[in-house]
């Protein structure tokens, strides 16, 4: 069985949409079988928070050029592009 | 959402229907100010927010849709949990929130003020709800006065 694995949320106020991404990720992923541990925090945060993140999903460009694969997406709050999204999450949290 | 709760969450009166702003600035203040007649955030809360909008702009491209923004900042400027919403007949332009050099038209602002983050899950799921439901988003914009906004929201929350 696959160990909890642990992503990182990243909004621009780090309460917001971020809040909804969290939830939406831990949700979705538990739907397909994967433990996830969510923690948030601002965009200019980023780099002091990650260290022991397995991915970074974040509703803003992230600056910082970081050693984790990050992505960014606006679909938990339009719905453009969820399906296609969540698959892509899953394979990259069955790959860390 | 109970429908109690939304109108505690929305209040009638940081509901503007149907005025002419000329930019995304104008739109915040205005709604901003709404919420410090009643006393739901901080004076500070204008300028924060529209501080915020200029390195992390709110505006959201919606399919085949007109685009839609959430302004929001920091929970020290606020001190009651609401959403102000502006429809705009001609639309203003904020920029992208994915791609911050593009320009969006906007026709629907929703100003989100909040205080904690685990208090106000179910209010950001209703609003991401309502970025996802072309229809209610056109009823909304087509609404003449404000309590139908209230109405309109409520019917969703029930549904």
Do not use: W, Y
């Not at chain 2, 503007?16 to 702003?21: D, H, R, T, Y």
């Not at chain 2, 919606?62 to 920091?74: K, N, Q, R, S, W």
């Not at chain 2, 106000?120 to 209703?126: D, K, N, T």
């Amino acid at each position: 069985m696959m160990g909890k694995k642990k992503v990182l949320v990243v909004c621009g106020t780090g309460i917001a949409t971020s809040t909804l991404v969290a939830l939406a990720i831990k949700t979705e992923m538990a739907a397909r079988g994967i433990e996830v541990e969510t923690s948030q925090c601002k965009v200019s945060e980023v780099e002091a928070h990650c260290a022991d993140a397995d991915l970074i999903v974040s509703t803003t460009q992230v600056p910082a050029k970081l050693d984790k694969p990050v992505i960014v997406t606006l679909a938990f709050l339009t719905g453009i592009g969820k399906a296609g999204l969540l698959t892509k999450i899953e394979a990259l949290l069955r790959e860390v | 959402m109970l429908s109690s709760e939304i109108d505690s969450l929305i209040p009638l009166d940081a509901v503007l229907i149907g005025a002419a702003f000329q930019s995304a600035d104008e739109v915040i203040r205005a709604l901003s100010a709404k919420l410090f007649e009643i006393g739901h955030v901080r004076q500070s809360h204008a300028q924060a927010t529209l501080a915020r909008e200029a390195t992390h702009p709110t505006g959201l491209a919606l399919e085949g849709h007109f685009c839609v923004a959430i302004p929001h900042t920091d929970p020290e400027h606020v001190l009651k949990p609401s959403i102000a919403i502006a429809t705009l007949p001609e639309a203003v332009d904020f920029r992208n929130m994915e791609e911050p050099d593009e320009n969006l038209p906007v026709r629907l602002v929703f100003m989100l003020a909040f205080t904690d983050k685990d208090k106000q899950i179910e209010a950001l799921q209703m609003v991401a709800g309502m970025l996802q439901s072309p229809h209610m988003l056109d009823a909304i914009v087509s609404a003449t006065v404000a309590s139908d906004i209230l109405e309109i929201i409520k019917r969703q929350g029930s549904a």
